[in-house]
Structure formats: C-alpha cells, structure tokens
C-alpha cells in the first residue's frame, strides 16, 4: 500500500497517527506477554516527551542521545526529539563509556535518554567531562534513585498546563521542521574503530523511504519484529516505513530470546543480517540430524523439491502440475513445521548489512519464506539497491531503487583484474556529509558522486553485485590481491563453520581464524571416538585440526592457487558483540580481532604452508 507523501519523518508520524489510529500500533512485552499500544497512547506520549525537552532548553538543531536497547521508549523518545526540530543522536547499547563521552563530545549533545541502570552508570561514569550535556534522563531507575537524574516515565505521564493542548503544540513545532533539517547524526565505526558522524536529514530518510515503498507491500494488517539495533540506520529506517504503513512494531527482547518472541508474536514481516538467519539454518539442521533416518530421507526430498520449485515462483511462472503437487506436499509435512518455529506466519525477510549467500537464499525462499537481499550504507539512509518481489536475482543485491543512480569508478583493483570496481552513488538518500570532518568529507565526495568504497559490478539487467571491500583487500608478500569477504562468503551456512577470518596481508599465504559449529564438531568427534574435555581442549585436538583444515581445503577448491586458505587457527568460542569483536549487525572488527588473538595469528603463520602454495602453476 502507497502511503500518502511526506517530505519529513515529522510529516510521515503524525499522517501515520490519523490515518492508523490501532489499539496495537506498537508491540511490547510487560508483565510475561506482549500487549499493544495504541495509536492514541503513543501519540500523547510523544508529545509529552516532546513539551518536556522543550522545557528543558531543547530546540530546532539541538542534539539529542539516546543511549538504549530496543524497545518502545526508545521510538517515543526519538519521534518527540525530532518532533521539536531537534536531532537524534543514536548510541550503540554495547559501546563503551569512552567510546559514549567521544560521541557526546564530538556531537556537542545537550542531554541524553538512557535505558537500564548499567547503561546510565556509562553516562554518569564521564558527565563531569562532557560540558554541554544538561540533562540525564533514565528509563528504567525510579525517581529519587540517582541525583541530578530525570526519569522518562515522569517526562512521557506529565499533565500538560491548563489550556495548553500538547498534541497541537507538537503539531505545530513538528510541521515547522524544513525537509533540509538534520534529523539524526549515526555515529558509525563499522568494522574499523574509528568513529565518523554521518550526518542524516528528513529528506534523506524521507526520499528512501518513498523509494522502497514502490517496490514492497507493507500493510495495516501486517505485524513485524524489529530485532536489529534501532541505532542502526537499516532497523530504524525500515521502523519509520512500518509506521507510514500503519504496521504493528514488535520488539525482541533480545537475541537469546528471539526464538521465543517470533512464536508469540507470529510476524509477517522482519529485517534480518545473515548471520541471523544463518543460525535459524544450522538449528534446523542439527535437528534433522538427529532425527530418524527416514525422516531424514524425508527433509531431504522435501529441500531438493523446494529447490526445484521455488524458480518458477521467482520467475512468475507456473510450475508444472507434478511438481506443484510434490511442492504442496513438501509444505505440508516439512516446511509448515520450520515455518511455526518463526512464529508461522513470516511472508517475506529483508536482509541487509552483510552479504547473504545464494544457498542460504534459496534455503529460505524454498521452505516458502521469500529472503530479499539489499544493500546500502549508513551515508546512503540506507538503501541503494535491493531485490523485492517481482525483481529478484539471487547472489545479487538488487536493482538499484528508484531516485538513486550508481556507476562504477574507472579504476580496477586486483591483480587478476576482476574483483569489481568501486560503486559510485547520487541521489536524495545520500548524506550530505561527515559531522565536521572536512578532511574526510574531501575523500568521500568527488564530483558529485559519494565514493562507498564497496566494489561491485552492474549486469546487463541492472542487478548490482559487491564483490568486496576496497579498503578491506589486502596484497601477499607474492604480490596478489585478496578479497577477504569473498573467502569468509564460501562458509555461510558451512555446518562445521560457525565464524571465519580471513588474513593475509603481506603474508606469504592465507591463513584464517576459526570459530567451529560446536554443535556439529562435537556430535562428530563423538562419532569419531575422540575425547574431549571442554571446547578449549577439542579445538586444540590435532585430529579436528585436521579435519577442519580439510573442510576448509574442499570448500577452497574452485578458487585460484593464491586465494585459498592454507592455514587455520581454532578459537573456542564465538566472536561477540559484547566483547567488542562484531559490530552491531554482526561483522567482524578486523583491528579489535587481530589485537586480541595476535599470538595465535602469528604462530599460524609460521607454520610451513603445504606444498601447493601461490607461486604453484595455474
């Protein structure tokens, strides 16, 4: 469904409050149940938030953070920063207190809104040093708890002046804000560590929104589940297109209970990273595994029919009557089991951040939950390109969206000559800038056109394809390129590969760091009659050395000489989020990952490589 234009996330709120008006426009947990809040609440909600930062000095282009996990505060609070004029500045749940006082600093913010105790301490732990910031306001502490504290059920309950009407006094600040204002500025280190603020305006958010919203059908029946960190630009966007639909917004208490969440809530809708729907896979496999072999003989027809069938839907073509008859069966006894164990009613996935494997795609689109893969950046608001029903191309990620243009740079990187070219885009999405950083602004834009520093490559029908990261190739001491992404691609969905890193810069071969499915590695040295006591003595075990090394060589095989890996290291447990080693949407933090198993690196790469290294002929 169209939704009515909007030139500002402002406009887009409160069009969505009248023309929505639902007793479940928001989804939240309370009390062991997810209950709804209506369209009504949220709205007098806000503007109580909104008349509060008012009275607390907060104006057109004052900086706001919020510091929080997902949950419904979080929305309010940003809806009646931007409400005011003012802009939101959104802060990872999982940064640490230095990283919190550099984004305050750096974005000059007045006051901040955060969550949970621990995540005030951050705040409090550096306030004395951040000189701008006015004012705390906690979620979850009681009033009186903390000095010098404000509480955000006090600010969103406050009764309005007699006479005053709150709702029109947002209404009339929120309609003032121009299409040109800065809405938020994203504070993102990627993979990098280096914090850039990318400066997003109402336009920029605004325009990707409308672009996406011709290409899929959200609507007012529709519920979703937004797990992915709303300080991410691709959850938050995605949230504003749910509101301007009227949709139902669920959020997942977190990624240990999303499984739960999904079967009492029952979505139609979600935005996923691959990662995620990498671990939905490997669960049901395990437990294939483990089932009897009949059954299992079972699964197997079942995925093989899926696979022969789910072509002709993306082609918009009829399948022929017997296998639309297999498929029918398929469903009934295979995927509707799968399917209930998301809640049974997901009609489509969009997954972004990271690059999605064709296998995992087909996966998905075979057990009758359709997986759209895009691409974007958090300069980019985010989308630039994405598959969407009618237009899919699996292994790519889309048709560039409407109002935005991409073209490839001259320059082509590897030494073989075809890892891609970088992608080059324009258009109303794009961010006018780095929050003052000059310097790097310079780097960024050139003619007009922002530099993303992706390569990728255009086919004949306009599907657009990453092959790498520019920054992110590295060059063997031998002289030739490697695109790292490329390799760690190959194990998506591998089952005795969990995490892979890829190394190599200036190194005589590739090597790799490991985390194995234990699931799987463990079931296997069972069978093997390999003992172990713990998963620090069974990666350390030579025999699943061994093995894993020859899981990695069979998966290598297709690739030239050079680019396969030829050592590995094992590591014993996985790379977190909260151990500073992902980021928020799941990808490595090379520099932090290096640092942190530096010795283990080092002694791989002084192993010997085996005899048929880069140099070997082709």
Not at 68 to 76: D, F, G, M, Y
Not at 174 to 194: E, F, K, M, N
Not at 341 to 363: K, N, V
Not at 394 to 422: M, N, S, Y
Request: overall charge neutral; hydrophobic content about 40%; glycine content about 8%.
């Amino acid at each position: 469904m169209e939704s009515k234009p909007f030139k500002t996330i402002n406009e887009l709120f409160l069009q969505a409050m009248e023309d929505h008006q639902k007793p479940d426009a928001f989804l939240t947990k309370t009390e062991g149940r997810y209950r709804g809040v209506a369209s009504r609440d949220v709205l007098l909600k806000v503007a109580a938030l909104a008349q509060a930062f008012q009275e607390l000095g907060i104006g057109p282009g004052d900086r706001v953070a919020l510091l929080s996990e997902n949950r419904l505060e979080w929305a309010l609070t940003d809806y009646a920063i931007l409400g005011l004029g003012a802009v939101t500045v959104p802060l990872y749940s999982t940064l640490l207190e230095g990283d919190v006082e550099f984004i305050l600093r750096d974005s000059g913010s007045k006051g901040i809104v955060v969550s949970t105790r621990d995540q005030l301490k951050k705040v409090l732990a550096v306030r004395s040093s951040v000189t701008e910031l006015k004012f705390v306001v906690a979620m979850d502490s009681d009033p009186g708890e903390f000095a010098d504290v404000l509480y955000w059920k006090e600010l969103a309950g406050r009764e309005s002046a007699a006479g005053t009407d709150p709702v029109k006094s947002l209404e009339d600040q929120a309609l003032r804000t121009q299409p040109g204002d800065i809405a938020s500025i994203v504070y993102t280190s990627g993979t990098t560590g280096v914090f850039k603020g990318v400066v997003l305006t109402h336009a920029n958010i605004a325009s990707n929104i409308q672009a996406c919203d011709r290409l899929f059908d959200f609507h007012p029946g529709d519920v979703s589940m937004a797990f992915l960190p709303l300080a991410h630009i691709f959850e938050r966007m995605i949230d504003f297109y749910y509101m301007a639909q009227g949709v139902s917004i669920a959020y997942a208490e977190s990624i240990d209970t999303l499984p739960q969440n999904l079967r009492e809530v029952r979505p139609t809708l979600m935005a996923v990273v691959p990662r995620l729907v990498e671990k939905i896979r490997e669960k049901v496999m395990e437990e294939v595994r483990h089932l009897p072999p009949s059954k299992q003989r079972l699964f197997g027809w079942a995925l093989r029919t899926g696979r022969e069938w789910f072509p002709y839907s993306l082609g918009g073509r009829s399948a022929p009557p017997g296998l639309s008859l297999k498929r029918a069966l398929a469903d009934r006894v295979v995927y509707s089991k799968i399917r209930s164990q998301m809640g049974g009613r997901l009609r489509l996935l969009i997954s972004g951040a990271a690059p999605l494997s064709q296998d995992l795609a087909e996966f998905f689109f075979s057990i009758g939950i359709p997986i759209y893969e895009g691409y974007g950046l958090t300069e980019t608001s985010p989308v630039i390109a994405v598959n969407h029903p009618g237009a899919v191309k699996l292994g790519t990620v889309g048709q560039v969206i409407p109002g935005v243009e991409v073209k490839l740079g001259e320059e082509t990187i590897d030494a073989e000559g075809h890892t891609g070219r970088e992608i080059l885009v324009r258009g109303p999405n794009v961010t006018p800038g780095y929050f003052h950083q000059d310097e790097r602004n310079g780097e960024a834009f050139a003619d007009g056109w922002f530099h993303t520093g992706d390569l990728g490559l255009l086919d004949e029908e306009g599907f657009l394809s990453i092959t790498g990261r520019k920054k992110n190739l590295f060059k063997t001491s031998g002289g030739k390129y490697v695109s790292p992404e490329r390799l760690e691609n190959l194990f998506q969905g591998h089952r005795y590969v969990a995490q892979l890193v890829v190394l190599g810069d200036a190194r005589k071969f590739v090597g790799s760091l490991i985390v194995p499915n234990f699931a799987a590695l463990e079931s296997f040295a069972r069978e093997q009659g390999i003992g172990f006591a713990g998963r620090e003595n069974l990666v350390k075990n030579e025999k699943i050395h061994a093995f894993l090394q020859a899981q990695v060589d069979e998966a290598c095989k297709p690739l030239p000489p050079h680019e396969r890996i030829r050592q590995i290291a094992l590591l014993p447990k996985e790379l977190t989020i909260a151990a500073g080693e992902l980021s928020a949407t799941l990808k490595v933090k090379r520099p932090v990952v290096e640092e942190r198993y530096r010795e283990l690196i080092e002694e791989m790469f002084s192993r010997r490589p085996p005899a048929t290294d880069e140099a070997a002929p082709r």
